[in-house]
């Protein structure tokens, strides 16, 4: 983003409008710092900001190019262009009920790095990758995050998307229930060098009966998940479990 320096009054009243703090006033103009700029398009709301003389531009070119980076995963309004999801370009698993994508027998883990007035670098979130694909994680092909890395197997994103800082970045991926402990004691090693904030999600299918084994998993670590359920009901018709091998989910 940047302010037409032609148009902009000085008044100051976008400053506090930016999670960056990428907005300066400069003598009597009202600036962008292009470093701390993560392109998450809040000022440029017209109905938010209400910059009196509609001076914020955005970039020209933006989308394309490796800057975009910072355009997908920090502004809400935009759709990746290769999952063509909205938001952080993945779906998440809020939808496993049609994807499918955690089944019995399985855990989905999703660590949302960064929030709006720190935001996290890719820098950051390679340290994560890398850890974790050290113990042969296999990363979510429908997430952007994937499609930026140079070798999957390594974890490793392309040395250009490496400057790049974001608002936020999900890491995400399928495995068996039994590495729980292993991947949770990687998270916590590799999150003692992070200069940000994540959360972990923890997804898991119930059985038969009710339970859920992976609290007891857990219990055992000293971990006491917060526990969040999200039901859509009628959104998996059919199930997902139907027309997919690895039994049954709930
Ligand atoms: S609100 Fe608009 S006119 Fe006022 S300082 Fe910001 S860019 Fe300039
Ligand atoms: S696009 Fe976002 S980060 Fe960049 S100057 Fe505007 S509010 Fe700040």
Do not use: W
Not at 18 to 32: E, T
Not at 145 to 166: F, N, P, Q, W
Request: glycine share 10%; hydrophobic share 35%.
């Amino acid at each position: 983003m940047f302010i037409d320096q032609e148009k902009c009054s000085g008044c100051g009243i976008c400053l506090p409008y930016c999670p960056a703090g990428a907005i300066k006033l400069v003598g009597k103009k009202a600036v962008v710092d292009r470093e701390l700029c993560l392109e998450c398009g809040n000022c440029g709301r017209k109905q938010v900001v209400r910059c009196p003389k509609d001076a914020f531009v955005e970039e020209p070119g933006l989308y394309e190019g490796v800057r975009a980076v910072r355009k997908f995963f920090s502004d809400p309004a935009t759709t990746h262009k290769v999952t063509r999801i909205p938001g952080r370009g993945t779906e998440e698993v809020k939808t496993n009920d049609v994807t499918g994508r955690v089944r019995r027998g399985e855990i989905g883990l999703a660590l949302e790095m960064g929030r709006p007035c720190l935001g996290t670098s890719m820098q950051e979130v390679q340290r994560v990758t890398m850890a974790l694909a050290a113990h042969g994680v296999v990363f979510e092909e429908n997430n952007p995050l994937t499609h930026l890395m140079s070798d999957r197997k390594t974890g490793a994103i392309s040395t250009e998307y490496l400057k790049e800082k974001v608002v936020s970045v999900i890491i995400e991926f399928t495995d068996r229930a039994e590495r729980l402990p292993l991947l949770l004691e990687t998270i916590r090693k590799v999150a003692r060098e992070l200069d940000t904030v994540f959360s972990l999600d923890l997804i898991a299918c119930f059985e038969d009966d009710g339970s859920l084994p992976v609290l007891e998993t857990l219990n055992q670590l000293g971990m006491k998940p917060r526990p969040n359920a999200k039901i859509n009901l009628g959104i998996g018709r059919p199930p997902a479990p139907l027309y997919r091998e690895g039994g049954p989910c709930r």
